[in-house]
């Protein structure tokens, strides 16, 4: 007899709620036996929620998700979901990749604007502590700009 797991099981086990597993059924992702009011899933439900999790970690949307497990069941099967992936996979590098050379640029501008307010603040006599406390060197004095 086969095994099957109940929502609470699953929920535990993947550390997701009910509304989640409930979510990628409405959506056709999981397709849960029911027993009376009670949803149990399969191994394969198993698996294809672990896949899930899995796609969303990697940044895939659930269409994509959702298109690489459905091939698992059709022509060309395996290979062809496999192969899929693979572009996907190199597609999701390449943005990722991207984002990466965004954020190495602006952490640069923000070196290159926080030498300047450094450079600024020395000029006007301030610390850094100064800063953080909200004054300037005029205010410490009482001179008025």
Not at 12 to 18: A, D, I, K, L, R
Not at 40 to 69: C, H, M, N, Q, V
């Given at each position: 007899?086969?095994r099957l797991?109940?929502?609470?099981?699953?929920?535990?086990?993947?550390?997701?709620?009910?509304?989640?597993?409930?979510?990628?059924?409405?959506?056709?992702?999981?397709?849960?036996?029911?027993?009376?009011?009670?949803?149990?899933?399969?191994?394969?439900?198993?698996?294809?929620?672990?896949?899930?999790?899995?796609?969303?970690?990697?940044?895939?949307?659930?269409?994509e998700?959702?298109?690489?497990?459905?091939?698992?069941?059709?022509?060309?099967?395996?290979?062809?979901?496999?192969?899929?992936?693979?572009?996907?996979?190199?597609?999701r590098?390449?943005?990722?990749?991207?984002?990466?050379?965004?954020?190495?640029?602006?952490?640069?501008?923000?070196?290159?604007?926080?030498?300047?307010?450094?450079?600024?603040?020395s000029?006007?006599?301030?610390?850094?502590?100064?800063?953080?406390?909200?004054?300037?060197?005029?205010?410490?004095?009482?001179?008025?700009?």
């Amino acid at each position: 007899m086969q095994r099957l797991y109940t929502i609470t099981q699953l929920t535990q086990e993947f550390e997701v709620t009910t509304r989640t597993l409930r979510f990628y059924e409405a959506q056709g992702l999981l397709s849960p036996q029911r027993r009376g009011r009670q949803r149990l899933y399969t191994p394969a439900d198993r698996t294809r929620l672990k896949l899930i999790l899995r796609g969303k970690r990697l940044g895939f949307s659930l269409a994509e998700i959702s298109e690489i497990i459905q091939m698992y069941g059709k022509a060309p099967g395996e290979a062809g979901q496999l192969r899929v992936m693979m572009q996907k996979i190199e597609a999701r590098r390449t943005e990722l990749q991207e984002k990466r050379q965004d954020i190495e640029l602006t952490l640069k501008e923000l070196d290159d604007v926080e030498a300047g307010c450094r450079q600024r603040m020395s000029e006007l006599g301030m610390s850094e502590a100064d800063v953080l406390a909200g004054e300037t060197a005029r205010e410490k004095t009482g001179v008025k700009a």
